[in-house]
């Protein structure tokens, strides 16, 4: 079945570089995609990154994609306070059509 | 200007009432989903509707149901609340699958919802 899985919880210091890692099980997925939900908000997309790249990389964003293990990662350089907040990975089931599954979140704190 | 707006944004009732959710999207997105957040910050897609007809509808009680009288609109109602129906519900909507590529899901800001 489709399952997408995160850590739940990642702590940084203001100023380091903060990596959050997914694994997800649908080989097929055409996009993988990050979701940023700040406290008492809805859930905004941050970026994505189409499955025949390895890499995609958007000012402080760095999303690294090894489909071979099917493991998807966001890092956040020179992480800043306004970080803190649920990071989802999100696959796209059954390929491009399919509809989106959730990983659980990883709650980002960053430590002034 | 909201793109997904739902309403209310806050609900408190009682166990045992009947309430509704409305979630409207200007976007010109023809699919629409319900989803559960729970306290852990879980997020369990509920149903999903596209050009107003269901497509998914998850292992839900039949106390909810959804309807959606256009492709812009798909409402929330839920029977005989019970505490354990407390949590943020979000509305999201999307381009059909075929159409929808890069830009996923686009949420509403969420319902928290508690039933005392």
């Known amino acids: 079945g489709e399952d997408v899985e995160q850590s739940l919880f990642l702590s940084v210091r203001e100023g380091d570089s903060s990596v959050i890692n997914c694994t997800y099980t649908?080989?097929?997925?055409?996009?993988l995609y990050w979701y940023k939900q700040e406290p008492g908000a809805g859930l905004q997309l941050l970026t994505y990154?189409?499955?025949?790249?390895d890499m995609k990389q958007d000012q402080r964003l760095t999303v690294l994609l090894n489909k071979k293990d099917k493991h998807l990662s966001l890092r956040i350089a020179d992480t800043q306070t306004g970080d803190s907040a649920i990071y989802f990975c999100?696959?796209?089931?059954?390929?491009?059509?399919?509809?989106?599954?959730f990983g659980k979140g990883t709650k980002l704190s960053v430590k002034p | 200007d909201t793109a997904v707006s739902q309403t209310p944004k806050y609900l408190v009732t009682q166990m045992g009432n009947d309430k509704s959710i409305k979630c409207e999207q200007n976007?010109?997105?023809?699919?629409m989903y319900w989803y559960k957040q729970d306290s852990k910050k879980f997020l369990k897609i509920m149903f999903s509707?596209?050009?107003?007809?269901?497509?998914i509808n998850e292992t839900v009680p039949n106390r909810f149901s959804p309807k959606s009288p256009d492709k812009a609109h798909l409402n929330l109602h839920i029977n005989s609340l019970e505490l354990g129906d407390s949590a943020v519900y979000f509305c999201?909507?999307?381009?059909?699958?075929?159409?929808?590529?890069?830009?996923?899901?686009?949420f509403g800001s969420g319902t928290r919802l508690t039933v005392v």
């Open positions: 649908d080989s097929s997925s055409t996009y």
């Open positions: 990154i189409f499955s025949n790249m």
């Open positions: 976007l010109g997105h023809d699919t």
């Open positions: 999201a909507s999307s381009q059909s699958p075929s159409k929808r590529g890069v830009y996923g899901y686009t």
């Open positions: 509707y596209n050009n107003k007809e269901l497509i």
């Open positions: 999100a696959e796209s089931q059954g390929g491009s059509q399919g509809n989106l599954i």
